[in-house]
């Protein structure tokens, strides 16, 4: 092995492939990592010894780890040395109990391709990439700069490999499943529908990382447990821009607006979370109608919201329809509904759409407040802007800035 394992722990790299490791207790399985495309490590970083993705999650969880990445570039590990070296690791790891492989993309096309020249027992594939040969996966147009690489010899083909395992990817991602669709029927297949490429950070999103990797390790993988977690999806931004895109042929009108209306809740829930709200109504108001002047008594939730605002749009006399309409615009990230002490404030930003009734006018500053607020609702969480006979006044004059806020202000109204 030369001088590259004689420590329990270390770094060093074989040309353009990095390498750290841990090693603590022989007598447990050791895991092998391979970092994605985008997690390739700098020149610098290897000298310092950064961690590779993937080797502090596994040395935390499982203690034996050795951990792979690219240097400086996404390389694909096709390098004629690294190959060499990997039978040397094979050596190394021959004696453990149990030696598993993890990695994603890029990784898991690392972990397929070697893993019979590792000898490994089990592996766990995230949304891998098989090959780049472009023979075996002509529909795979990505990464065309990696065809500067050899993918005729060598290993450079994940299909090949014996060890049992699964394979975790998107089945509506189509690239993905046709890469899945290629390992042999000793990979299992569990599917995740509507979070694309990203799987690992999806994953990591709905809390299932951590006990896929786990149950993995231990060889307990419940599949009907997995599934069912699974469906924390539809509590993730991500799924619904998948479903809503413009590729899914099977998106109908009817079904866009319900996709829709299941999104912006999900927007909703993140964003209020993300304020630290958790107390979120189950029943949220359907509409709330806001005007630019203080309601006759204010009556009614509605009311009450449109008065607040208007108000504390109006407590800075100093300050102009444009500079109000930035403060409301960071109203709530900035902590504002510490200044809304009746709570009325989460109701409307629950709404599902919040319409405009009547004239305002650009050169009353609170005006600019309650429009600059419901701009930031719209873009942050897809709140509905609705336009009832609504009409701005005193634009004459704007600046080519202030026209085009105008201008992406009324490209929201419905």
């Known amino acids: 092995m030369g001088a ?39 020149s610098h970083q290897a000298n310092k010894g950064m961690s590779p993705w993937g080797f502090e999650f596994a040395k935390k969880e499982s203690g034996n780890v050795i951990s792979f990445a690219a240097i400086d570039v996404s390389n694909w590990y096709r390098n004629d040395r690294f190959e060499t070296f990997v039978d040397q690791v094979a050596e190394y790891i021959s ?27 089990r592996i766990l594939l995230i949304n891998p990439i098989s090959t780049l040969n472009k023979t075996e996966a002509p529909w795979e147009k990505r990464f065309s700069w990696a065809s500067r690489y050899d993918w005729n010899n060598g290993c450079y083909d994940g299909k090949h490999v014996a060890a049992p395992g ?108 993300a304020l630290g709200i958790n107390q979120l109504s189950s029943a949220p108001l359907a509409g709330i109608v ?18 607040l605002l208007l108000r504390l749009g109006a407590r800075d006399e100093s300050q102009c329809f444009w500079s109000s309409w930035n403060r409301g615009k960071g109203f709530l990230k900035n902590g504002g509904l ?37 701009s930031s609702l719209n873009k942050d969480i897809g709140t ?3 336009s009832k006979e609504f009409k701005l006044k005193n634009t004459d004059g704007l600046s080519p800035e202030q026209q085009k806020l105008i201008e992406e202000f009324r490209a929201i109204l419905r």
């Open 4 to 42: 590259y394992f004689t420590e329990s722990s270390g770094h060093f790299m074989i040309e353009d492939v990095y390498c750290k490791f841990n090693i603590v207790n022989r007598d447990k399985p050791v895991i092998i990592t391979f970092a994605g495309a985008g997690d390739y490590i700098r």
């Open 95 to 121: 004696d453990f109990p149990l030696r598993l492989g993890y990695g994603g993309s890029m990784g898991g096309f690392g972990i397929s391709a070697f893993s019979n020249k590792l000898r490994l027992d």
């Open 166 to 273: 699964y394979v975790v990817y998107d089945p509506l991602h189509k690239i993905d499943k046709l890469h899945a669709q290629r390992y042999p029927h000793n990979i299992k297949h569990l599917r995740v529908y509507g979070v694309g490429h990203s799987m690992a950070r999806h994953l990591q999103s709905m809390k299932m990382l951590k006990k896929l990797y786990l149950d993995f390790v231990n060889d307990s993988i419940n599949e009907q447990e997995f599934y069912t977690q699974a469906r924390a999806r539809r509590k993730i931004d991500q799924y619904y821009k998948r479903l809503l895109a413009p590729f899914n042929k099977h998106l109908s009108p009817a079904r866009a607006e319900i996709l829709n209306k299941h999104r912006a809740v999900v927007k909703r829930n993140a964003f209020f979370a």
């Open 290 to 307: 806001l005007k630019s002047t203080l309601s006759a008594g204010g009556q009614g939730v509605g009311a009450k919201c449109n008065d």
């Open 338 to 374: 510490k200044f809304d002490g009746d709570g009325y404030l989460p109701t409307l930003v629950q709404a599902e759409k919040v319409v405009l009734h009547g004239n305002f006018d650009i050169k009353r500053p609170s005006n600019g407040f309650l429009l600059g607020f419901l």
């Open 384 to 386: 509905v802007i609705v």
